[in-house]
């Protein structure tokens, strides 16, 4: 799914995908000029309705490294499961779940 912006740009987008019962978020990206105005969040939910509502999905995951966006994931509700320090080297990789209503 993606977000355009009021001239009809791409504002933001993500991909995914659903297996079992489970949303996983492979990428969740947002123009820079996008940033800080909720277009992430919204993105986020939206998958996470679709994936509950269509797919029959009760959880999310997403993996994200300690230089992008484990702050942002944890302000939606998810939890970290798994840290795997130096994944890449010098970077900490991040697993966080989320239980979907």
Known sequence: ???????GDLA???VGHTWTAWL??????VDGRHRGRG????LLA?????????????ASRVETWD??????????GYD???VI???????TEYTLTKRLA
Not at 39 to 42: I, T, V
Not at 46 to 58: G, H, M, N, P
Not at 67 to 76: K, L, N, V
Not at 85 to 91: A, L, R, V
């Open 1 to 7: 799914m993606w977000a355009l912006d009021a001239n």
């Open 12 to 14: 933001g987008g993500l």
């Open 24 to 29: 996983h978020v492979t990428y969740l990206w």
């Open 39 to 42: 277009l992430g969040s919204r």
């Open 46 to 58: 939206r998958a996470e309705r679709v994936a509950a509502a269509e797919r029959a999905c009760t």
């Open 67 to 76: 230089f992008q966006a484990p702050d942002f994931y944890r302000r939606q």
């Open 80 to 82: 970290v499961v798994c």
């Open 85 to 91: 320090p130096d994944y890449p080297p010098g970077i």
